[in-house]
Structure formats: C-alpha cells, structure tokens
C-alpha cells in the first residue's frame, strides 16, 4: 500500500511548534564554515522563515496527524552559542529525536529541562563542547533508548554521577 502525503492530507502546523523553532533559531548563532566545509556543515535554519509550514523546514519532521514537532536533527548546523534552561527548545513536549551534535554549544551546561522532554527516544548531543555536570534529570526520561554525549577528547569533561548512570542503565 502506498501513501501519498499532500499539503492537504495533513493537519497545519501548530504556530507554537513554529515559534519556538524561531525563538531558538534567534538564540543560537551561526559559525559559517570554510567553503569546504559548507556541504558537511549547512546551516539548517537557513530554511526557517517565519510564516511558512515549520513542517518543511531542514532538519524538521512533524508527526502527521497533530503537526507537532517529532524530530528536530541540526547535526553539523553550525551552531555556536550557549544553550540555557528557558530555551524555547524545551517547549516541543512533542520530539522523540533530538540532534544536536556537532555543533559548538562550548560553556554550556548540559540543562536539565531535556528531562521534561518525556517522548524523546533519542537524544544526541555528542561533539558540541557541552561540559559539567549530566543532569541527573535526563535520566527520568523513560523512553530514551540512545543517548549520545561523545566529546573531543581535548574539551572539557562531562561529569554523571553513579545514581544518574545506574538510572539511565535501568530505565
């Protein structure tokens, strides 16, 4: 059986999913790369303009039926900035995959508010100079199946306590 998805097949995006896509696009910056580079590092929120179908952006995937927000990849963006616990990113309730790697979020602490992103499956924020602590938060994420914190082995540390580790294990 084959589906054919059409503008009309699905529900509108709701415009709270687009704004807060805007909102965190505005938070971020962006570190051009080099020209050969562009190709393994474009910045996706090029694509994001306020007023259209936040559905059709790159890095965006929306459930069909509710227009929410389900995936949310900006791997190799390039992102740079810090990422802060009333991000804008956090009000998606609504993601199972969130990547984030590859990208420069250097100083920031990893926030716990991705513990309040109860349907994330995957979480990958390996190689974007996140340091401190892993807030133990993420490990009441009872969904999360993959969870990638890979870092350069020149940057900072990440830290997890054991009661954080043995949480994620059992969940």
């Excluded at 996140?130 to 914190?149: K, R, W, Y």
Aim: contains cysteine; negative net charge.
């Amino acid at each position: 059986m084959i589906f054919v998805v059409t503008a009309s097949s699905r529900v509108p995006y709701p415009f709270d999913q687009s704004n807060a896509l805007l909102q965190f696009k505005n938070s971020v910056s962006i570190s051009m790369p080099e020209p050969t580079d562009y190709l393994e590092r474009y910045p996706k929120t090029n694509s994001w303009k306020e007023g259209t179908d936040c559905c059709l952006w790159d890095g965006v995937s929306c459930e069909l039926a509710t227009g929410y927000v389900i995936e949310l990849d900006l791997s190799s963006s390039p992102l740079c900035g810090n990422l802060y616990p009333n991000s804008s990113l956090f009000a998606l309730h609504h993601l199972q995959v969130l990547d984030l790697s590859n990208n420069n979020f250097k100083g920031s602490k990893i926030p716990s508010q991705f513990g309040h992103l109860l349907s994330l499956t995957h979480l990958s924020l390996g190689f974007s100079n996140f340091t401190g602590q892993v807030p133990l938060e993420i490990s009441q994420v009872i969904n999360l199946v993959s969870l990638d914190l890979i870092r350069e082995t020149d940057g900072d540390p990440l830290e997890m306590t054991a009661a954080g580790l043995n949480n994620l294990v059992q969940n």
